[in-house]
């Protein structure tokens, strides 16, 4: 079972990941976009992170929401509210459990990821956030939840955003010009997926 420390731990984890991969990650969107997705993450993540700490909450959704908040109103850029919406609609889907199973909490993810599609219009493909994090929760559901398979699902689908071309967010303005170019998102959210595998292991 993963309780509220467990997420919290996560959230820290990724927090720290992003610290370390945020000179890269500015670097990746400064070929394709404006040079700012590992300081708004950075930004974003330090706030999570100072936000849990200040209020402690009980439970694996009342984390996940507070996470999605901060990154809504730390982070300027596209990636907040969408990594907001991903964590917030997760959290809303575990409810108020004080313990959540593997497989409740890969559903959840389910449902994050579907508000992310929602709310930036983007597909599988289209070059974004999304071509990491639908091939991570397809292993996550494939394998009972195994977060190693996710992890690697979610490496190996950041990589192939590389021959894509954008269809979404700033990258697309560039039209052909973005193919080459890994996409910062993708990357990030692949950091996102090897903290929880760093978790268990
Ligand atoms: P901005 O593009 O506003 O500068 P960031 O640089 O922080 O924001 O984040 C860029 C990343 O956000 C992209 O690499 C992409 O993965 C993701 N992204 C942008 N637009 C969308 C969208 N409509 N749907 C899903 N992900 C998106
Ligand atoms: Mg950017």
Redesign the pocket.
Known sequence: MLDADFFRRWLIMSTALVDQEAGRLTE??SA???A??GS??QRGFAAVTAALERETPATPGAVLVLAGKELIAT??????P?YGTLLRRAGKALGDAPEVTPEQFADALRAGVAA??Q????KPG?????DALEPAVAALEDTTASFAAARDAAEKGAQGTTPLQAR????SYLGERSIGHQ???????ALLVAALAEMVE
């Not at 289209?126 to 999304?130: A, G, Q, S, V």
């Not at 996409?183 to 959210?189: C, E, K, M, R």
């Open positions: 990746l969107d394709i976009g404006d700012d997705h708004n993450l982070v300027g850029g596209a990636s907040g969408l992310v599609a709310l930036g219009g983007a289209d070059k974004t956030m999304l979404k967010g700033r990258a996409d910062p998102g993708a990357t990030s959210s």
